[in-house]
């Protein structure tokens, strides 16, 4: 079983009459090149299979690790696919435990400063967005032992907001100037919120006892909740860089009566615990779809032959679902190139809301509970810490995937079109289509059997896309299979 992705369940489908044509090529062969022969229709043909195809919900359990980035953000109003809300929690830490960090007890608080480190942004990134900021509660069992899922429910928060910041994303990689003391120091891609004055207090009256070790930092300050309203957009942000982290400026007296003025900075960062075991981190991003436009409309039909398919980037998201029976009708032949066809239509406001930049293709088992990567283009490391082979997928340049100036998503599937009609391996009931921004389907032929590790977008939620299905009106949009092959 997928154990970062399964298997969303499908409508079964029902007997559907395929498509089975035979014409001269008179488009390019765009997977392989010169490699494939011409088709004359006398010692080379080319078939097109067409498709059945559904839309599925995915149902997501994939996580969060420490080095991912996290969306933070609303998309109020996409008329394809609906509503997305992200959240995120994470714990900081100060500098050093065992020491108390500010140069007096009691210090006089200038201001209090969280930074977020900005990397990219997704949907209309010129309007305006609020992000609120609210401690989680010690009643919550929010933790940095757990790798929390993108599906996890909000945590339980406590006490009045912190403070907010209005932002447009547009606008943080700007480099803003901040002038401490006779210094100014040039920022960019970050994104700052003013706290209240009374938090950094709290955090600087603390007793030393709290500083002693993280275990009791966390039990005096469980952690940051960040929520978002208005907008239309997800932010990402990297927590995990030294762009990230929590100022308080202060001024405390120094001996002789003077005032210093100063800094503490706490970050979120990984720690060692006393067996010897890093943390997880401490951090969560809980990313909420609510399904609108299209996309509702086509999960909640009753037909099993979708003229459109809705494809959202994971976590969560959607998949289409194929089928080609047919290709059992090909025997005693030689494939020279067989590739699934997917062409991408306009969609309303996909100005904003732009599609993934490459999807991927597995294979479902008859069971339905299982997907499989195609091995041929399955790559293997050694790991330097453990020595376990890790299997990953990434060559997308010549499995195909990306989106084309065509505006077609083309994947070659020549070795599984050659063993089903050779009879080496059965027509797969189900080939699944999605843009997972991590995925683990199953590697073939590993015994014990291993997982595959796959990354088809960026950044969690980025992108969506509307393809034309199986049964979509204009035929030369269909979505297809298209054979070039031949005889034995």
């Known amino acids: 079983m997928d154990k970062r992705f399964p298997l969303a369940l499908v409508i079964v489908l029902t007997p559907f009459v ?43 359990t994939t996580n969060l690790v420490y080095s991912d980035a996290v969306a933070l953000g609303t998309i109020s109003n996409d008329p394809e696919f609906g509503q997305t809300n992200a959240s995120v929690y994470f714990q900081i830490n ?65 006490g009045p907001e912190l403070g907010s910041a209005t932002f447009v994303m547009s606008t943080l990689d700007d480099s803003i100037s901040l002038i401490r003391k006779q210094d100014t120091t040039k920022v960019g891609n970050q994104l700052r919120i003013r706290l209240s004055n009374d938090f950094g207090q709290r955090i600087a009256s603390a007793d030393t006892t709290a500083y002693r070790n993280d275990t009791l930092f966390k039990k005096f300050f469980r952690g940051f909740a960040l929520k978002t309203t208005n907008g239309n957009g997800l ?35 990984l720690r060692i615990l006393s067996t010897g075991a890093t943390t997880k981190g401490g951090q969560a991003n809980s990313i ?31 998949a289409g679902y194929i089928k080609i029976p047919a290709l059992d009708t090909l025997q005693n032949k030689v494939i020279h ?22 999807l991927f293709v597995d294979r479902i088992n008859e069971k339905g509970d299982s997907a499989f990567a195609f091995p041929e283009f399955v790559s293997s490391s050694i790991s330097s810490s453990t020595g376990a082979t890790i299997y990953s997928f990434s060559n997308f340049t010549a499995f195909g995937g990306a989106l084309r100036a065509d505006e077609t998503y083309r994947f070659d599937i020549t070795k599984l079109v050659q063993d089903v ?19 683990e389907p199953y590697y073939p032929g590993t015994s014990p059997i291993q997982h595959v590790s796959v990354q088809a977008v960026p950044f969690p939620a980025y992108g ?25």
């Open 421 to 439: 009609i050779t009879g080496k391996q059965p027509n797969p009931s189900t080939l699944r289509l999605y843009a997972p921004f991590i995925s």
């Open 18 to 60: 395929f498509l089975l044509s035979c014409k001269k090529v008179n488009e390019a062969t765009l997977l392989g090149g010169s490699l494939v022969p011409e088709a004359d229709n006398i010692t080379t043909f080319e078939k097109t299979f067409a498709a059945q195809t559904n839309n599925v919900g995915l149902s997501d």
């Open 464 to 488: 969506r896309v509307v393809l034309a299905g199986g049964n979509y009106a204009d035929s030369s949009q269909q979505l297809h299979l298209r054979v070039i092959y031949s005889n034995l």
């Open 288 to 318: 909420v779809r609510q399904p609108g436009g299209g996309w509702a409309t086509y999960l909640e039909n009753n037909d099993s032959l979708d003229d459109k398919l809705y494809i959202q980037s994971t976590p969560g998201g959607s």
């Open 94 to 158: 100060p500098a050093t435990y065992g020491i108390y960090p500010f140069t007096a007890v009691n210090p006089t608080i200038d201001s209090v400063v969280l930074s977020l480190d900005y990397i990219g942004g997704y949907g209309d990134t010129n309007a305006q967005q609020t992000v609120h900021v609210y401690e989680i509660s010690q009643n919550s069992t929010f933790n940095d032992t757990t790798y929390y899922k993108f599906s996890q429910p909000d945590f339980e928060t406590t």
């Open 337 to 358: 190139r067989a590739e699934l066809v997917a062409t991408r239509l306009p969609s309303a406001f996909d100005n904003f809301f732009w599609a993934p930049g490459h």
């Open 235 to 269: 932010a990402y942000f990297s927590l995990a860089t030294s762009n990230t982290s929590l100022t308080i400026y202060y001024r405390a007296p120094k001996t002789g009566g003077t005032i210093d003025t100063s800094a503490t900075v706490f970050s979120h960062s």
